[in-house]
DNA sequence: AAGGAAGCTTGACACAGATCAAGGCCGCTC
DNA sequence: GAGCGGCCTTGATCTGTGTCAAGCTTCCTT
């Protein structure tokens, strides 16, 4: 068991060595120099190992998160058990916020993920009087609002074909936002989670893998698929 | 043809002797006196009839609306015309931040409507050393993420009775907000808009309302419902 | 190297909701 | 008040996706 991080440990009291490759996507990133030190000691660095909690819907939202490293799966549970992924959190994304005092979904991690962690008031009383900070909030929170809107476009109106292309043409240009444009997009997340992100069941979601196969658009690679004719792929997933 | 307002018209310029009913619902509610007199300058009072168009999805975000009175439709379409209804907008709602430079999707008023039309330049000067103002717009950003997200929840797990009932007892707590408690709904939206905010087609839903009335929740009544058992509806809704 | 568990795929069948088609109920206009 | 158009409801049938049930692959453990 290569690199086991025990969850919770956190290194905050110390400089971090390394240097916080996503700070410049992250809700930190414009800060200059003096502030973000100010902003630094307000942080909790706490690495999470896989399949943990973050936080859950209901819990009482006692801090916000930037994630550093990793990717994460919010979802929500109807009583009876459903779950619906209403998003996927990737280096850089702002974790949290709720309209009331409890969170309003749950967050955990796929793989290994580590957060900076900000209790809820200090890192109020901190963004409160800076409208460079507020005005970064406000564009993460547009552009989660944003997504989301697709995300219902598709629920309620594309068919599975489309729902498995528009996730994948997605997922890749998020990706690519990170490590730069590939052929071959690594997928982390399990297919139940694909399928609970689509509103599908696993099975659809499988049978939906292999029919893009045998039609030649994308190859199933371990842990991935590798897109063959992304102009057609594009189009299946824009239509 | 009664009050007809044609669209368009402002009455900026002059002191609108009628007080605005929502301002404390508004992103302008916690404005005090002298603060609000300047905002109430970069305001524009524009009045649409019935079935126009405020913005549409691509074109250039050039404002920003504060809704006054009446109720909005607010979609995104698919190339063969498939649409998505991803929210309804009620008076004192804020409409049209978008991520990027267009709008990422349409606006249109169902009945009669009234908006505050705020021009993005003079708005985003405003309100840029303002914390107090992007701390409500934050507010407001975080209340319409979370809505989006109790719909992904809806659109992607629930039933079409589920879903209808959701969607009732959503719209009875919304109106109640503003209007206080009532036994009946008025639901100023045509069924084709409830179902593609549902993700259903108009004869799903026009069934589920007729099955929802032979079980004995609610009564259909002309432009609403009336709900017959509000314990048994919330359960149906929740569940 | 064998055994097992977890995740993925495939097949047969069922069903919720879509589609197609007709008819009813207003509220206009003339 | 007759005729028309928009909206809503209802019925018959179809179909995409869900459900149920094996079987397969991969990888981890021992």
Redesign the pocket.
């Known amino acids: ?1 290569p690199h086991l991080a025990f969850p919770n440990s956190t290194c905050d009291g110390f400089r971090c060595e390394t240097h916080c490759a996503v700070r410049p996507l992250a809700i930190c990133g414009e800060l200059e120099q003096v502030e973000h030190e100010e902003f630094e000691r307000l942080a909790q660095h706490v690495r999470y190992g896989a399949k943990e909690a973050l936080f859950s819907e209901d819990e009482v939202a006692d801090a916000v998160y930037s994630l550093v490293e990793g990717i994460a799966r919010l979802y929500k549970l109807l009583p009876d058990g459903r779950r619906q992924i209403i998003g996927f959190a990737l280096p850089g994304d702002f974790l949290g916020m709720a309209p009331s005092a409890r969170y309003s979904f749950s967050a955990d991690s796929i793989g290994g993920v580590t957060v900076c962690k900000f209790f809820r008031g200090p890192f109020l009383r901190f963004i409160e009087n800076r409208p460079h900070m507020l005005m970064r909030m406000n564009e993460f929170a547009t552009r989660e609002l944003s997504l989301a809107q697709d995300q219902m476009l598709l629920l309620g109106r594309r ?3 489309e729902k498995v292309a528009a996730f994948l043409v997605g997922w890749r240009d998020r990706l690519a936002r990170l490590e730069g444009v590939t052929k071959t997009v690594s997928l982390p997340m ?3 989670d694909i399928a609970d992100f689509l ?9 939906t ?2 029919k893009l196969e045998r039609e030649k658009l994308i190859v ?1 690679v ?1 842990d991935g698929v590798r897109v063959l004719d992304p102009k057609r792929f594009d189009a299946l997933a824009a239509a």
């Open positions: 068991m068919s599975a074909e399990g297919r139940q509103g599908l069941t696993i099975e659809t979601v499988s049978r893998f292999t199933i371990p």
